[in-house]
């Protein structure tokens, strides 16, 4: 949908254009905002600017609603005013190509800095941003557009960065270019643009990725044997220069782990290592990857030829075997949930998610890989262009060609609004009305609704184009082959077809599947189930084998199927519906503690038969209804324990699939396991203390709060995390014993109470374990007893605890129990986290209880996230001495994210808070979904390879060797970060 149109404006240049119609969220926050910009616009001199801002003009109108759904868009005009002013003299077009040559120009100043180039890029960036935004939100140009103007913005920073760079190291006599008028050419130094930048694709916030090679031949360079070292000097500089956040913002984020093998490779590769890696360890991750790749800056003519000569790598005529399950490997990280019922709005992910952006990417990319060999026209870069080849050669029809072209530029646009309200890259709708609402109005849509109801539609169009053009694409093999399991004897053939599919046992999956059709399960007893299993064998080993763990995968589908109480149904609905098979085999194949679960408890598949799985996320009311109904009158005690258990396991390995199928992310996931955690924990508590209550009555006064600690406090649970708790109780001054047929002494009643408590939720019964305990962080700890009064709380936290003591406390949250005690509880942990200390003696003690951990738990590997140096512990520590030195705003918050995201700028600045923002998120991604997956640690040779691509799907990573590099980078940017924010605030 596109904004409605006004009537021309005579102010010439921009002005002079049609100006479509956009809506505030808050007419009155409009004007206040025109007015104070127009105030500040007549202050420094613009007083047309003013005059046109505070009259009644639908252009007034249109940049009012610009400057209220857009903080970045108001933020800009409240700077820099001038870049408004300037619309009255030209046209956007004509500014953008102004500043395009100002950029350019830029490396060939006198007298140009580092420092002063990085502060021109800076401006110069955020005044072509905010009008390529502007001309955008008008309706002026087609995305296709805005994303050229994007793309050839960043290329042209790229290129003023490295031309100054060259001409620098010309100066200082480490290279000798031909031409220091034209730094670039046969410099040697190959910047190759990859990903959206490749494509002319970028979005409005995205990072640009970069891959930068050399050539220690070339004329330029003096000294080849020193050429590696120079030119990874001047890459490092030249992210810099883009990268680092100033007073002035940053350019572009730049990411360079697309490189061969970044672990272990410097930033810059000369050209024959890099061609050597290609030919001969190449993956087919890194060949899609360079299907975008384009020759953006430096040495460009080098860079055309080092691509021409990796044509053959990228583009073979003939495909063998692994290439082939490659690709499948690629298609399958991104799924069609068909039959998974409607498409949620709030909070989906326009880039990953169901009917998105990289549904159309990936079956464009995985076509190119498949027939780009044969036919050179499939062999573009930018994604459109190769959807009307791929119908020109028939392998889509016209009707999908249409489609997924109307709806690439449609998400594109909402991919758009969403970065333009806070220049943050992301890809995710707002979960809350007022964020969608604001989103829909910067689109032109009237409403909310409105906009969903579109949304929705061009996703789902989406889905069913992407799910039927994998159904028809042409066939990648010959077939499934052979598959006979009648008799005694194993088929030759069938054997063979079971190794192909990936099965490394072949006859014991014959033998497997013979007794299915013996009927010796409850599951396969009728010849009607026997039948519908039949049906579905082929798919079934398809999608078993795909998982890359075939074995095991059916195996544990085998355990399943015997503890199924039938099976008709089942059969039925998995072979009408492929991408429940497909979440089933990904369960079985990559998440051995979820098969656990299912295997055990058949039927907490039932829920996944819920349409709404995929696209609604149960909150908190929603659960303690569902419990409430499940925990009726009339239960014995045991009953209602037994139930609690179910119904938390239940709900546990739903969320578990919602975030193995993408459609929730990390922290929505903490915060799910989270609240489960409080609504059973308190629930057995009130089971508990009415059971209690039956033999030694209650104490006059008596009330319990749990104060929940560690990741339960912070509401950051994963699927096998431990609960911290500590119980406090209160009672009458003058209450001396309970008053039961067993009458107790009120330290004596809660510390039995507190017993009995631990026994109901971690003594392991038929029905499993609720949830393992840890009482550790109470007053004392082991050594203090399990019930604390909140008077001796009070006192021990005052007087007696240690800082790392009152660390745990800012993740303390109180979870269940006496609301008015639990206000109370709340109310004097902030009082204790509020009392004045000396930053610098937390710090100090904080580093050196770090030190402590390091000492006495060395992690094992890198993938020991927590223990790591610069791992999760070491966020954690940041966040909770920030918030005991009031180094963090004073909105009171649990969450180690939230807190990291508002570290106050005097004590860490806008890029080292990204950065660590940044940091969690992917730690929280990784460990969220390790510890869904898996019972134990996680072992990187052997992980089950379906886990390594959920891995990678959680982190929008290509290959294992990237993410392990990533993760490597992180942690040493994070222990950076905490030497420099404790070590360095000792002194």
């Known amino acids: 949908m596109t904004a409605s149109v006004g009537k021309k404006r005579k102010n010439g240049g921009w002005f002079e254009k049609p100006i479509p119609t956009l809506v505030p969220l808050d007419d009155g926050c409009a004007e206040r905002e025109l007015a104070e910009i127009a105030s500040n616009a007549g202050d420094e001199g613009f007083p047309r600017l003013a005059r046109m801002l505070t009259g009644k003009s639908e252009l007034a109108s249109f940049v009012g609603a610009v400057l209220d759904l857009s903080p970045f868009m108001r933020d800009c005009a409240r700077r820099r005013p001038e870049i408004l002013d300037a619309l009255f003299d030209e046209p956007i077009e004509a500014r953008l190509l102004g500043i395009q040559a100002e950029i350019g120009g830029l490396a060939f100043a006198d007298e140009v800095s580092e420092r002063s180039l990085m502060t021109a890029l800076r401006r110069l960036k955020l005044e072509a941003h905010f009008l390529i935004a502007l001309s955008d939100l008008a309706g002026e140009v087609a995305t296709a557009v805005t994303v050229s103007r994007l793309s050839e913005l960043a290329q042209t920073c790229t290129q003023a960065a490295v031309n100054f760079l060259l001409r620098e190291a010309h100066s200082q006599g480490k290279l000798k270019l031909p031409d220091p008028d034209n730094p670039a ?102 060949r899609a990857a360079m299907i975008k790749a384009r020759a953006v800056a430096g040495d460009v ?94 392998w889509i029809t016209a009707e999908a060609r ?88 194993d088929d030759p053939d069938t054997l063979k077809t079971l190794h192909g599919l990936g099965f490394g046992r072949p006859s014991d999956i014959c033998r497997v ?49 015997a503890g199924l109480p039938a099976g008709i149904q089942l059969f039925s609905l998995l072979r009408s519906n492929p991408a429940l098979l497909r979440l089933l085999a990904t369960i079985m194949g990559a998440a051995p503690r979820l098969a656990a679960i299912i295997t055990r408890r058949p039927h907490v598949f039932d829920g996944l038969l819920d349409p709404a799985l995929l696209t ?48 929730i992310d990390a922290s929505r996931a903490g915060k799910a396991f989270s609240d489960l955690a409080d609504l059973t924990i308190g629930a057995a508590l009130d089971a508990v203390i009415e059971q209690f209550a039956v033999r030694h009555g209650t104490v006059a006064g008596g009330r319990v709060a749990i104060l929940g600690m560690g990741k339960l406090g912070s509401r950051e649970l994963t699927a096998g995390s431990d609960v911290d708790l500590i119980l406090l109780y209160d009672h009458d001054a003058d209450a001396e014993e309970s008053d039961g047929e067993k009458p107790l002494a009120p330290s004596h009643y809660y510390t039995r109470l507190t017993q009995r408590l631990i026994a109901a939720v971690s003594a392991p019964t038929a029905e499993g374990v609720l949830y393992e305990l840890d009482l550790r962080l109470r007053p004392s700890g082991n050594k203090g007893p399990v ?201």
């Open 402 to 489: 249409d489609a997924l072209i109307r709806q690439y530029w449609f998400l594109r646009r909402v991919e758009h609004a969403i970065q333009m309200v806070a220049d943050e890259q992301t890809h995710v709708l707002p979960e809350d009305d007022e964020g969608l609402e604001r989103v829909a109005r910067l689109l032109g849509f009237a409403d909310g609704n409105r906009f969903a109801e579109s949304f929705r539609s061009a996703l789902q169009e989406v889905e069913q184009h992407y799910a039927a053009l994998f159904e028809t694409a042409p066939e990648l093999s010959s077939g499934v082959g052979n598959l006979v399991f009648t008799g005694d004897v």
């Open 185 to 286: 050419q046969n410099s040697g130094w190959i910047v190759l643009g990859m990903g959206k930048l490749g494509a002319h694709e970028l979005n409005f916030s995205s990072d640009i990725d970069l891959v930068v090679f050399f050539e220690p031949q070339a004329p330029a360079v003096v000294e080849p044997l020193e050429a590696a070292d120079l030119f990874a000097r001047l890459t490092r500089r030249l992210v810099r220069i883009l990268q680092d956040r100033t007073e002035d913002g940053y350019v572009f984020r730049t990411d360079l782990r697309l490189r061969p093998d970044p672990g272990s490779t410097p930033l810059a590769i000369p050209v024959q290592a890099a061609l050597l890696y290609y030919e001969s360890r190449g993956q087919n991750w890194e």
């Open 787 to 987: 019930a604390t009064h909140i008077d001796a709380f009070r006192k021990y936290q005052r007087e007696e605890a240690w800082t790392w003591e009152h660390m745990a406390l800012t993740r303390a949250r109180a979870v269940a129990g006496d609301g008015a005690l639990c206000a109370a509880v709340e109310t004097e942990v902030e009082a204790i986290l509020a009392l004045p200390r000396s930053g610098s003696e937390v710090s100090r003690k904080a580093a050196d209880m770090r030190d402590m951990i390091a000492a006495e738990k060395p992690p094992r590997d890198l993938w020991e996230i927590k223990l790591i140096a610069g791992g999760l512990i070491d966020l954690e520590f940041i966040a909770q001495v920030a918030v005991l030195t009031r180094q963090a705003d004073d909105h009171h918050t649990t969450s180690t994210a939230e807190i990291l995201a508002r570290l106050a700028p005097d004590f860490a600045d806008a890029q080292l808070r990204q950065e660590l923002v940044d940091a969690y998120a992917l730690y929280q991604a990784l460990t969220q979904m390790i510890r869904l997956c898996l019972t134990g640690a996680f072992e990187r040779t052997d992980a089950p390879p379906g886990l390594l691509d959920l891995l990678l799907r959680a982190t929008d990573l290509p290959d294992f060797s990237v993410l392990e590099a990533h993760v490597k980078e992180t942690a040493l940017r994070v222990r950076a970060h905490f030497d420099r924010l404790l070590r360095g605030a000792r002194a």
């Open 513 to 561: 599947i013979r007794s299915w059709h013996f009927g010796r399960y409850r599951a396969t007893q009728s010849a009607e189930a026997r039948e519908r299993l039949t049906e579905l064998t082929p798919a079934l080993l398809e999608a078993f084998g795909e998982t890359r763990r075939a074995d095991e995968a059916l195996m544990r589908f085998d355990e399943f199927l």
């Open 616 to 663: 609604e996320l149960p909150d908190k009311a929603y659960l303690a209804d569902r419990l409430s109904a499940l925990l009726d009158a009339g239960r014995t005690y045991e009953e209602t324990l037994d139930r609690l258990r179910i119904f938390a396991a239940e709900q546990k390995f739903l969320i578990g699939v919602r975030l193995l199928a993408g459609s």
């Open 301 to 394: 003519k080098a860079g055309e030829l080092f691509l021409k000569e990796l044509q053959p790598y990228i583009w073979r005529k003939y495909m063998d075997f692994a290439a082939i399950a490659d690709v499948h490997s690629i298609k399958r990280q991104i799924h069609a949930h068909k039959g998974h019922g409607e498409i949620a709005v709030k909070g989906h992910n326009v880039k990953l998610g169901r009917g998105g952006i990289r549904e159309i990417e990936f079956f464009v990319q995985t076509q190119q890989l498949i027939a780009g060999g044969r036919f050179p026209e499939l062999r573009g870069r930018e994604t459109v262009p190769m959807l009307a080849q791929l119908a020109e050669r028939g």
